[in-house]
């Protein structure tokens, strides 16, 4: 069925109609063509799907066999939240927090969905299929495109050659991890973190991000010699609550003393007219 658009409710001096604000929702033509956008999909999906690499190498140095690499990779499907787990066991540490930090690290595609969902707004049917491939790289790819049509295209093409790159090279980095041999030396669990902060750091757009964002770092850093592997990970996240706290009492500040001054100031006037 078609969608609907609101009937104009403005005309511009050269009598352009308006119908709202623009994006998929608004039911504009296309601005972007669809090979353009298949073009940028392919770009991030190739770029990262090749990183899985690192990811099956770093698994299987980790101890994980080829099976339980191959299985993340399938069912988990976020770079991120895997290297953190399989990072937490090859430091030694205990497998429900390892677990957890990578479930925590994983939630945040739960907000993206929030967003995804609107502008996409695909078939019921369809829906728990495509929540599988909402992760950093769909929701960069898809969140600018200037119409639902793109952003389809977009989530689509990324998504698909993500997985099918991400799980491919899995497979052949976990079964050349022997040929490698220390796979620490190699530097290759850096892969998928320099990925993430390539595709993050132009989105952080705000001094709030950038505060959160420095905060959150330091804070891993900081705990990461004295605490056991996945905790500082998890603390990390306390960085939110910390700078919207702090920024709540800036804001107030300067309010609650300009109301402090004038009551002061009313007061002072009542006693001179008394």
Known sequence: MAEQTAPPESTGPAGAISSGPPGPAAGARPDKP??????????????????????????????????QTCVLSLLVFTGASQFALVGALAAGGNPYTAAAG????????AFYGLRLSQLLALPRAVRPFAAHWVIDETTAVTLPQPTRRAARIGFTVTGLTLYVLW????????????????????GLDAASPAVFLA?????????TERVTAGLAVLLALTLLPVLPAGVPVLL????????????GR???????????????????????RS
């Open 34 to 67: 669809d090979a353009a956008v298949v073009r940028d999909a392919l770009g991030v999906g190739i770029a990262v799907g090749l990183s899985g690499f690192a990811f099956g190498v770093t698994s299987a140095g980790s101890g994980l066999s080829l099976l």
């Open 102 to 109: 990578a479930f925590f690290l994983g939630v945040r595609n």
């Open 167 to 186: 799980n491919l090279t899995t497979l052949v980095g976990a079964l050349g991890a022997e040929a490698l041999g220390d796979t620490d030396a190699w």
């Open 199 to 207: 595709l993050l750091a132009p989105m952080l757009t705000s001094t």
């Open 236 to 247: 990390s996240a306390l960085a939110a609550p910390v700078v919207l706290f702090l920024m």
């Open 250 to 272: 800036t804001k107030r500040g300067p309010n609650d003393g300009n109301a402090a001054d004038g009551s002061a100031t009313q007061r002072k006037k009542g006693e001179r």
